[in-house]
């Protein structure tokens, strides 16, 4: 095992280092992610529009009225989208409890169908893409400041007619392991607990 020398920058062993520390999270909690840094960070997730269903003139309206809405936003905030797997294992299961009932016909059309869905569950291409912006300051200025820069924020995609909410404490951590390892947070399970893994060094 590889130490570093007393004193130095990275005294700690890798095996020894926590994944908190490797990522910069001191803490989850709440609508908040604390970095080790002291900055304070906060995450509003943008719900998607298909704008292939919308005609020109409505295209142009949603433009306008979203442009009005983000016109009087003077804070900065980031803008991340990221793929996440989409767990079809439930349509598949209809698709099988259909058969016993199906006429042959039917019945090999749903074969074919089950096929090639799992096809898709192997292959890892069935993706949506889910879009979020974040927002921080330090956490010397307190965390009503920024809770309130993203309810308002909210409100200004809603008032555009965009769904949009600021993400708790389980969200956040779901939206931290999609970025960090997106084939293992595809499915959405609001129960989860705090683990402090460790970094094994190879």
Excluded at 24 to 51: A, E, K, M
Aim: net charge neutral; with cysteine; proline share 5%.
């Amino acid at each position: 095992m590889k130490t570093s020398k007393p004193g130095s920058k990275h005294s700690t062993n890798l095996s020894e280092q926590t994944a908190q520390q490797f990522v910069n999270v001191q803490d989850i909690r709440d609508h908040f992610l604390y970095t080790r840094d002291g900055w304070l960070l906060c995450y509003l997730r943008i719900s998607p529009i298909s704008l292939d269903l919308l005609s020109s003139s409505e295209k142009k309206l949603l433009i306008n009225k979203l442009t009005a809405e983000l016109s009087s936003i003077r804070f900065p905030f980031k803008f991340l989208a990221v793929s996440r797997p989409v767990d079809i294992s439930p349509l598949i299961s209809e698709l099988v409890t259909g058969i016993p009932t199906a006429d042959p016909k039917q019945k090999e059309l749903l074969r074919q169908e089950i096929a090639e869905m799992n096809n898709f569950a192997l292959s890892g291409e069935v993706v949506e893409r889910q879009f979020y912006l974040i927002l921080w300051q330090q956490q010397a200025n307190g965390e009503r400041d920024l809770l309130e820069k993203s309810k308002r924020l909210v409100q200004h995609f809603e008032d555009g007619q965009v769904q949009a909410h600021v993400l708790k404490q389980h969200e956040i951590v779901q939206l931290c392991n999609l970025v960090n390892n997106p084939s293992f947070i595809h499915l959405e399970d609001p129960d989860f607990s705090t683990r402090i893994p460790l970094l094994k060094e190879v």
